[in-house]
């Protein structure tokens, strides 16, 4: 996602919640499941709605319905293809991005230090 400034390497914030709904046009991050656990990918997508073209049918051949479009989930880069979100546990949603940080500005700490500090201040 170089083109919304997001390089190989950086740390990103994500808003996570069980969404009811999502707003379109938001960067959502979306997890791929895989075959077996643990092997499922997880990826920043463009979270576009389309709805359905003049003629009426897809490429399948199955009918289109205009009040109900297709959800595509576009990355920025072109070397990757859309994805069509389905109705099939596949794909999930799993937060909205927020922002990025280069790993030079992340301080990363023990989660233990943090309880500690708790105790501490508390």
């Not at 643990?38 to 576009?48: I, P, Q, S």
């Given at each position: 996602m170089i083109e919304r400034d997001v390089l190989d390497g950086d740390f990103v914030i994500i808003q996570h919640s069980d969404f009811e709904y999502l707003e379109y046009g938001k960067i959502?991050?979306?997890?791929?499941?895989?075959?077996?656990?643990?092997?499922?990918?997880?990826?920043?997508?463009?979270?576009?709605?389309?709805?359905?073209?003049?003629?009426?049918?897809?490429?399948?051949?199955?009918?289109?319905?205009?009040?109900?479009?297709s959800i595509m989930l576009r990355g920025y880069n072109s070397q990757f293809r859309s994805w069509l979100l389905d109705p099939s546990p596949q794909y999930r949603v799993r937060g909205v991005f927020l922002r990025s940080l280069r790993p030079e500005d992340v301080r990363l700490v023990d989660s233990d230090m943090i309880r500690r500090l708790g105790t501490v201040a508390g």
């Open positions: 959502v991050v979306v997890e791929r499941l895989g075959e077996e656990e643990g092997m499922g990918a997880w990826t920043l997508k463009h979270l576009v709605l389309e709805h359905p073209g003049s003629s009426g049918r897809n490429e399948f051949g199955d009918a289109l319905d205009f009040e109900n479009p």
